[in-house]
Structures are given as C-alpha cells and as structure tokens.
C-alpha cells in the first residue's frame, strides 16, 4: 500500500478491449516497472474504464515532458482517455478550513507532522478564533476570516484570495461549518473534502447527532466526501460506525462521534493523496 | 445473557427516588433472588423510569395471582408503574411473514428449530407461494394469503384472523413486501417487527439496495424495528452494518446485505423475547 | 464483483518488468476484453507476483487447448509462470464435512440451493449422525465415516476413497471435529478449507469459546484457513468477529459466534470458487 | 452515560438474595436519586455479586463520613462487602508513561484538554526524549527518567518516587516499551493500564505487527489491560479491531494500528476514570 518514490498514472476512458494492454505496454518500453495497479469497469457492457497503475520509473522526474508527450500521443488520444501522472516530487498543497471544534483539523495537523499524511499545509483558517492557541504553537499559519450574516460574499471572495495565493490544490473541510457557494466552488476550481457528521444520506444538513438521538438509531457515523453545489450529496469517499445505545445522551453521541469523524477524514485525505479516488459522476472509485 | 427459568419483571413509570428501593424490597420478601437487573433513566429530570429484573423465584407459576396481586398493591400502584411479569412458562406464539425471500424467514426457522429462539413458531404466512416447499419440508404449516392489487384489505382481513386464531402474540416480518394499513395494526393490537434492508433513516420506502449504490455509499445497513403507521419510521431496536465498495453491482449488494438482515432481525427477535426491548416514544430501550 | 461467463487466469512468478504487458498482450490479441485484474507482488525487490484476469472471451471454451497452449508458450513459459485458466463451464465438485452441529453446513448447504456459491455439492460425510435428518431433506446425499479412537486410519482411508470416488475438487470442513493427518492431506491433494472457531492465532486448538470466556476477552471470533498438516496453522483466508462482554457466558460464546463462523466460512468459499485466494507461503493474496 | 456531579458506588460481594434490596434501600433513607445502576453476577449459583450505582445526593461531599460509617455499618458489612464510593469532587490523578511514540500520549493529552477525560494529569514520563518538546509545548511537566540495560532496577526506584511525590492514583502506559517489574507493580500499588498493539492473546510479546504480518491475519488490533507482573496477561479492559489484507506491509499495519491503539486506550482510561471497571479474578466486568 506504501509507494514512496512510485509514480502513478491516472486513466479514465469508454471502457473497450485492449486498455490494458495499451498502458502496460507503454510502462514496459518506457522501463518502467509496475508495483501496484487496479482497474474498474463501471459496466459490462458500455462503461467507463478506470485505471491506477503505480510504477517505479527512475529518472522519470527529468524526463517527464517526453514520458507525458508519449503516453499522449499513443496511448491517450486513440483510446480517448482523461489521465494524470504524478510523480513523486508532485506534493499536494493543502489547505485546512475548521470553525470551533478541533478534533478533526488537529488529527490530521498531527498526522502531517508524523509524516503519515505526506503533503504539505500551506494554510489554517477558520471563522473564529478558538482554535488558533492550538494551531499556532504546531507553528502553522493560522488565518481567522470571519462569516458575517450578511458578508459571505466578502467572507468567501478573502477566502478564494487566500487559497489562491497559497497555490492550494486541496481543501479539506476539517469541520467548516459553513456552506461553501457554488459561485465559490466553481471560481475554486479545486477538490473540496468535507467531513459530515453522520451517515449520509442519514441526517444531511444541520445537528445529524440531535436527530440521530431523536431517531433513536442504534448505530452512528461519519462520511468524508468531495463537496459540491448540493449540501451534503457530494461524491462519498469513505464511511465508518461507532454502535451506541438507549444509554447515548447526545452529548455521548458527540464524543463517539468525534473518534469516527477524525479517523474517516484523515482515511479520505489520504486516499486523496494516494490518488486512490476518482469520481465517477456522484460515485467514486476508491482503489 | 441466558436466563432460562428465571421470571422478568418489566417496569416503566415517571422517575423518582425510591424506585428500586420499592421494587428490590418486594422481591426480596417474596424471597426471590435477582440474577439481572437494567434500568435506565430517560432524563435527569422528569424523565421516565424503565427498569427490567431478571430474578429465581421457584414456584412463581403456582403462586402468579398472588404475587401479581401483591406487586400491584405495594409497589406498582403507589408509584403509578406500567408493568408486566413474564413467568418461565409463558412462551412466546410466534407468527412469521414473508414474501418471496427466503433468507430471513428460514434463519429464524432454523434458530426455532436449535433452541436458540425460545418462542413458538404457530404459522408461516406469504403472499407468494415461493417458499412454500421450504417450509413444509420443516413441518412448518403455511399459509397462503395473497394480496392481489385490488383486494388488501380481504387479504388483511383474513391474516387477521388467521393471526387471532393461531393466538400469535408477536408478528415477525421476515422480509414481507406489503405495507400494513394501519387500521390492522391497531386491530392486531400485538408488536409487529419488521427488517428494513437499509440503515434507516437512509433508504427508508422502496429499492434501498439500488438507491444505496446510486449513492455510492461505502457501507450498507439493516435496520430491525417495530411496525408503525408511518412507513420504516417506528422505534428502531437493532442495526448493523456492512462495508462495501465501487466493485458492488446491486447484486451484490443485496448478496451481502442478505447476510446483515437475517443476523440484524435475529437479534431484534432474540432481544425481544427476552424482554429486553421497551419502546419510549419513537425510540427503544434494550437492555 | 459478479463474473458470470467470464474465464479466469491466475498467474504466479517471480516479479520483473513486463508481466502485466505480457499478459494482457496476449489476452487483446486473442480478442479477450479484459473485466477485471487485480495484481500483487509481495516484495518490491526480489518479491513474488500474483495476478487474477478475469476477462470475456467468447468460444474460449471450445478452443480452450489452443489458448493454453498459445498463453504458455508465449507467456508462462518465457516468464517462469505457475498459472491457471478457469472457463466459465468449469464448476467446482465441493465435498462438507461436519461433526455434530449444522449451523455452517446448512447455511452452505442454503447458500448452494439459492445459487449464491457457484458450485455443485457432491457429498456430505460426517462422523456423527446428527444432521443426517436435516440434510437428507435438502435431497442431498449424507455419508456417515465414524472415526472411532483406534480407527482413524481406517476412517481417513474410507474418507480418501469417498472423496476420490466423487472426484471433489474442494473440501471444505464445516465445524469438522476432527484433525486430518499429514498422510491424508497428502493423498487428497486437493485444497481443504476449515472455520475455526477462533479469532487465530488466538485460542488454535480445543475449546476456544472457554478459553476466550476464561481469558475474558471482549471480542471473539472464526477464522477460515485452508488446512495444513500443523493444527491451525494454515494460511487464514477470511477471518471476522463479534463484540462480548462479561455478561457473556460460555453458550452465549458460542451463540454468538455460531454467527461468525458461517459467515467467514461462507466468504472464504466464495471467495476461493471465484478463484480469488492464492497461496503465498504461511499468507494469502485474496483478490 | 455522562453523570457529572453524581456520587458512585461500587460494590463486589458473594451473590445472594437482598443486596439490591440492601443498598437502594440505604440510598433511599439518605435521601438519594439513583441515576444508573448495573450489576452482575459471576455465576447463578455461588458466585460474586457486582454492583455499580450512580446516584444525586447535594451534599453528599459536606457528609461523606456520616454515609460512608453509615453504609459501612448497615449494609457493607452484614453482607460482607468490598466497596468504594467515588465523590463527585474525588478527582482522578493520573500519571502518563511513553517511550518514542507519541499517538496515545498526545491523544490522552488532547482528551484532558478538551475535558473529554475528567482527570488531572499530574506527570509524563518518559525513558527517552523524543516526545519532549511535543509536551512541553501543551504546559505539560515531562520527566525523563533513562532505562540503561544495566540499570533497570535505579531507573524504577526514580519512577516510583516520582509516583509518589505526584500522589498518581493511576499509571497510564501509553506505548511505554518497558516491562515493568513485579516488584514495582507490588511498591506502587495502583492500577497501571497498558495498550497493546494487538489482539490479545495474540501476539503477546514483542514486535507483534511484524508477527501478525508473518501470520497473514486478515484483522489487527490493539487490547488495554491492566497490568500484572505476568507479561501482557493481565484482566482486559477493551479491545478493537481493523480489517487489513495482504497488500499491507508492516509499516501499514502500524498506521492502521496506531487508530485502533489510541481509541481503545482512551476508551480503557475513560471507562476507569467512569469507575466502570471493576476486576474479577483474570477478567473485568465493564459496567
């Protein structure tokens, strides 16, 4: 599961005969040795072919424009095929979003330090200021814009400023309470994770653990998934469970539930930056 | 967990000091000796009290009215308990539904046939002829009701009283594809439990399977709960679930989901005999 | 997950550059649309590489000797590849065995009749009579081999020549109580998978529910593994398992785990008739 | 589950009719609101009782010993009872112990701080320095105390001391990769909770990753338990479990491990700070 020093070639195209046989083909001319690779047909028959292939290639940083003009030109165009390589000097550039509570954006701050999330935070920033003890002495960049009621617009132009200027290439939504507008999300033009507390599509929109209490549900959870227009019907990543009972005051269901959020959050982020996760229309793959 | 023998008293009334005092005091001058006791508060203040003791008392089923009599007096009364003693030979006449699935309906056979239900099984209803050769073969009577388009409510009229003539004090629907109108439910007058194949609240009506992998969800559910009214909305008593991923067709994941249901509904039976399950409002204990 | 009329190939060889070009080089030229391919290699120097194709191929099974012949002189043989097609006509012959309790065998047994596990069941032996009555029901033929304490040999040999005369290609102990010699396995020569009830290498050997009561562990479990001649040693193919506690006795152990056993039996069966688990020394790769 | 400002009562007797009858009584005539309570009996006939009652008392604390002679005399003894009260104003002192890795120390540190865990941390120790500087910055005292092969026996005569001097009613070992001696264990007489990182009693001892790689498990996990002079014997307190597969290397079952690890160490300490845990024999009743 570990590829430290791989490359990896992202391919979507029509599924037919011979893509395999293609890319492979290719790697192996190029002298490159393939370490892991998985594949997904989305249907027998008329579907969509996904492909990962990480592959040890030395040099290949050197030589990149030649190994991307190549695999262009004969392997992507005449199969039709949407792809990326990354290579591994590629490091994500990610920013973290959180309001008042802590648990996620600390775990994966922590998880960046321990070296098990390997990318680089170029940037903190919340609408409030509670967090920014915490942040500051890990020596993070901790940027406070507040969301008046009446300033989002504002609020969101300083934010795409920010993201802009910190050449952020991911945003994670470490619990950002507030709606990120489609206008924004469009002009973003980046990838968005956010962390809903509960197991979607249970319990969308606003206070899923009062509801769940309400409900009476036996079993709660966490959904990381990427962020679109529509609240909370984004794309699904990774889901997890905690089992709680009759016993759960919802102040207990919030504690179960911080240990399901911070743990499905940093497994979404980091098949993110394993470029393990394609979406496929309100799908993803997750290799 | 297993208390074969042993006589439960189910208790719920406004809570207040003094409860268990009441209760455990009579019990010990009745000379019985508790081996289980739950109880649970709904709030701090002015919640309900739920209590469930598990207790030996030999010769209780000689001296039932007596002991009845004496509990109502000086405990239930003064504290305005809601209460009901099970005794060691009150069994359980168990009726179960189903349609054209097999998988929950012969799981709980199967259990009935171990010993590990400890309920009669007095008949196997269905609108589907399907499984009859199944159950036959178990020596298992089953009845045949179908429930053609225009005739619900002959046919609710007639599981009605085949239900009220076999004496069934608990209906299980093991997977069984119509809804029941609420005038039967209210006739039946008996706890009716239904296994919903989503994790409810997602998925509640129709399809779930295939609304779940439209979703894209990374985990599937069932969902144990009483019948109510309103559809796939009474008190849930017990949920589990089942991780899957974007290789899942439909198909598969009914094949797995078929797992989780008959596992989910079992426990719900199993808790439910017991006398674990008290439902509070929309929700359940189970102790 | 599902490949109805697809072929399988498994592939085992030391791992170099080339080998997925290889294959599915061969597989486009000989007009196979590729499903699905998972590959592994254990070790990314000097490591071991696995691969699983499955790939439609129509009329492959009437030219099945040209492709073999065609795929190991092109391929196998220039690569030093242990490999194996499965056409979509072969079935697997699976013989249970079982003792005294029924809850694995019959849920195989159920699993059999509603299509789910592609096999044919060619006989069930057991050295008890206890489920005699329950199998003979499902129509399907019951050997009873008594296996008397200075009569092992003679038993394994009985069993030996059953096996052989049914031409089983699978056994697969369901809750079988006894220890199959060296000598047998040998002679059998063909895959044994056994559930052990026992979340391995926790608790190998007798009585594993009363020592996991005595160790008071909160979590028990079963293990699937294929069968070697050391006692619960073999490669673990599935393993899962369920929360306890100390209200737990030994029989709600066992209650409990009767659960997992037949699930973690019946994934491990499903998943080696789907040819997706390959040796790897002491482990395995499940695809 | 929560119950601040609730006095609680622990109780461990031989089994025998009227000990509910007994203590509610009691509580009753002092004027208390029971607010959970739970008990358990090892074994139906000759067993021991276990008792835990949370109740509401104002001003339990101002006439703690009125009720603890009075208890003490009317029901503790009559009944030959081992108890403990808990007052809400008895706060917890806890001691922290780590070697190099700091996922369980910062994890616990960060529940302190967040109020999750009711319970002042009085010291952390360690017998390297990798960790200082992460502790420091929190405001937390860091105590290095150097284990030298030849030195085992002065470096626990320090810690022992330094135990004392901080009047620690509890050690925490959170990934503390020393054996502690019988000895010491016997010297400081306080419970010590350690985290395993696997599933006892499985791969007790060293390097069990490495061990559970070798093995090819297809679940890891991570076990609390309270520490005995026996190696990793001692009575659980709670297990976890994660799902891995033949593509994890040791280094991801140790990323995998580390979640398990902390949840089910700050799930252990939570519950013993709750008073939940009460020890019988080489086992634990977790209320």
Not at 26 to 35: E, H, K, S, Y
Not at 48 to 62: M, N, S, V, Y
Request: hydrophobic share 45%; glycine share 8%.
């Amino acid at each position: 599961m570990q590829d430290d020093h791989t490359a990896r070639l992202l391919v979507r195209c029509p599924d037919r005969p011979g893509l395999v046989a293609a890319v492979s083909g290719f790697l192996f001319r190029a002298g490159a040795n393939i370490v892991e690779s998985q594949q997904h047909s989305s249907d027998p028959v008329g579907g969509t072919f996904f492909l990962r292939t990480a592959f040890h290639l030395p040099g290949i940083g050197a030589d990149r424009d030649a190994f991307e003009r190549g695999f262009a030109h004969e392997v992507a165009e005449p199969h039709g095929m949407t792809w990326r390589l990354r290579c591994p000097e590629d490091r994500t550039r990610m920013a973290l979003l959180a309001s008042r509570e802590g648990h996620c954006l600390l775990d994966l701050l922590w998880r960046r330090r321990t070296g098990e999330l390997d990318a680089d935070v170029v940037a903190v920033v919340s609408n409030h200021r509670d967090l920014e003890g915490e942040v500051d002495v890990l020596g993070v960049p901790y940027h406070h814009i507040p969301v008046p009621r009446d300033g989002k617009a504002d609020a969101e132009r300083q934010l795409l400023e920010l993201l802009r200027a910190h050449r952020a290439d991911l945003v994670v939504l470490a619990r950002y309470m507030q709606i990120l507008s489609g206008a924004f999300l469009e002009a973003l033009d980046r990838p968005v994770i956010n962390i809903h507390h509960s197991f979607l599509p249970a319990f969308a929109g606003a206070q899923p653990y009062a509801r769940a209490h309400d409900r009476g549900v036996k079993i709660i959870g966490a959904t990381a998934h990427y962020v679109t227009e529509e609240l909370d019907a984004g794309p699904i990543i990774e889901q997890d469970v905690a089992r709680v009972d009759h016993t759960h005051a919802i102040g207990d269901l919030e504690r179960v539930g911080r240990d399901v959020e911070r743990v499905v959050l940093a497994r979404a982020v980091l098949r993110h930056l394993d470029d393990r996760v394609i979406v496929d229309g309100s799908r993803t793959v997750v290799f």
